[in-house]
T-cell receptor, first 115, second 114 residues
Framework: DTGVSQDPRHKITKRGQNVTFRCDPI?????LYWYRQTLGQGPEFLTY????????KSRLLSDRFSAERPKGSFSTLEIQRTEQGDSAMYLC?????????????FGPGTRLTVT | DQQVKQNSPSLSVQEGRISILNCDYT??????FLWYKKYPAEGPTFLIS?????DKNEDGRFTVFLNKSAKHLSLHIVPSQPGDSAVYFC?????????????FGKGTKLSVKP
């Protein structure tokens, strides 16, 4: 396993369109996280899953955002009716519950540009 | 209100010297701290961590120090190498990780000059 992968790496969309991103975690990791990073800021937590259960959502995750992890493996993050303020890097991370569960391993991110 | 603060946006160090990156936090419930390194166009890479029951953790050239009374931690890189040039993020978690999310600082851009 080569690590966390994300697809696509870049997405340009027009305001009002819907976009969906995919994340494939490290195979033995049962926790999966989504973060957003804007210029000059650190990553900001959006939501996380333990297996298929979504356990926590940030107040940053408006009702236009939805995340799923249907079989406890890969996850998707959908943004409906995109706005220019949604332009950011969307990062996915995974970890394993138990020893060192706080050590989250990040993917390369999906850079979203909303025009 | 920022719970994890990295007050130096940038740091420049000569190759071979020590780099010291600082981080302050405000939430006394944080019990695990991590440092990540980020190159442009890549995701953050885990570097080193420390539990609140320790005051020092070392891994090769990287050492993290934790001062709980001051709510301060630092990352020491000795000796610094040009390949260490990156943005370094300090992160914290609480409740033994059961809350899930990490709280990140804004990062410090380290430049190591040959």
């Amino acid at each position: 396993d080569t690590g966390v992968s994300q697809d696509p790496r870049h997405k340009i969309t027009k305001r009002g369109q819907n976009v969906t991103f995919r994340c494939d975690p490290i195979s033995e990791h049962n926790r999966l996280y989504w973060y957003r990073q804007t210029l000059g800021q650190g990553p900001e937590f959006l939501t996380y899953f333990q297996n298929e259960a979504q356990l926590e959502k940030s107040r940053l995750l408006s009702d236009r955002f939805s995340a799923e992890r249907p079989k406890g493996s890969f996850s998707t993050l959908e943004i409906q009716r995109t706005e220019q303020g949604d332009s950011a890097m969307y990062l996915c991370a995974s970890s394993q519950v138990g020893a060192s569960e706080d050590e989250q391993y990040f993917g390369p991110g999906t850079r979203l540009t909303v025009t | 209100d920022q719970q994890v603060k990295q007050n130096s946006p940038s740091l420049s160090v000569q190759e071979g010297r020590i780099s010291i990156l600082n981080c302050d936090y405000t939430n006394s419930m944080f019990d695990y701290f991590l440092w990540y390194k980020k190159y442009p166009a890549e995701g953050p890479t885990f570097l080193i961590s420390i539990s609140s029951i320790k005051d020092k953790n070392e891994d090769g050239r990287f050492t993290v120090f934790l001062n709980k009374s001051a709510k301060h931690l630092s990352l020491h890189i000795v000796p610094s190498q040009p390949g260490d040039s990156a943005v370094y993020f300090c992160a914290a978690s609480g409740y033994g990780g059961s809350q899930g999310n990490l709280i990140f600082g804004k990062g410090t851009k380290l430049s190591v000059k040959p």
